[in-house]
C-alpha cells in the first residue's frame, strides 16, 4: 500500500496463476471520486496499455520465427471476417492502424503525415475516403 499511496494509485488488483491455482486480491479504491473497495471482480478500464504487451508479444514471436509481420491478418486467424476490401490486410498494417477504412466502418481512419499516424475523423457525407487498397496510402493507408 505504500507504493500505492507513493505513486497516487487509489487501487489495483492482482491475479496470480500458480501450480494450478489462481490467487485474486484487490486493494485500495476503486476511484477517489466514488470510494468502492477493490475486489477481484472489480473491473477497471484499461485503455490502450495492452498495445505495450501485444506489441511485446508480437516481436517475440517475430523473433522466434513464428510470425510474419507482412504476411495477411487471415493465415493467423482464418475465421476473422474483414470489413469487404480489407482481405490483404497484413499484420504490419493492422499493428500500424494503416489500413483501408471501408464505408461501413466507424468514422475514424489513420492518416500518415510526416510526423506520424494521426486519426482523423471522416466527413459524415459521402465524401469520406474510401478507396484505395490496403496500405496503398489512400484511406488512411
Do not use: C
Not at 478500464?45 to 523473433?63: H, N, Y
Not at 468514422?107 to 496503398?136: D, E, F, N, Q
Request: cysteine-free; aromatic content about 8%.
Amino acid at each position: 500500500m505504500a507504493g500505492m499511496a507513493r505513486y497516487v494509485i487509489p487501487g489495483a488488483a492482482v491475479a496470480v496463476l500458480y501450480r494450478g491455482r489462481l490467487h485474486v486480491r484487490g486493494f485500495g479504491i476503486t476511484n477517489v471520486s466514488h470510494p468502492v473497495p477493490v475486489d477481484g471482480q472489480t473491473l477497471f478500464r484499461i485503455g490502450s496499455t495492452t498495445k505495450t504487451f501485444t506489441g511485446t508479444a508480437a516481436v517475440r514471436l517475430v523473433e522466434a520465427g513464428r510470425l510474419n509481420l507482412d504476411a495477411p491478418v487471415l493465415r493467423y486467424l482464418p475465421d476473422f471476417e474483414p470489413p469487404p476490401g480489407a482481405r490483404g490486410v497484413t499484420v504490419r498494417q493492422l499493428a500500424l492502424l494503416t489500413f483501408y477504412r471501408s464505408p461501413s466502418a466507424p468514422t475514424t481512419y489513420w492518416s500518415r503525415s510526416r510526423t506520424g499516424l494521426r486519426p482523423v475523423r471522416a466527413p459524415t457525407s459521402s465524401a469520406a475516403p474510401t478507396g484505395g487498397s490496403p496500405g496503398s496510402g489512400s484511406a488512411g493507408g
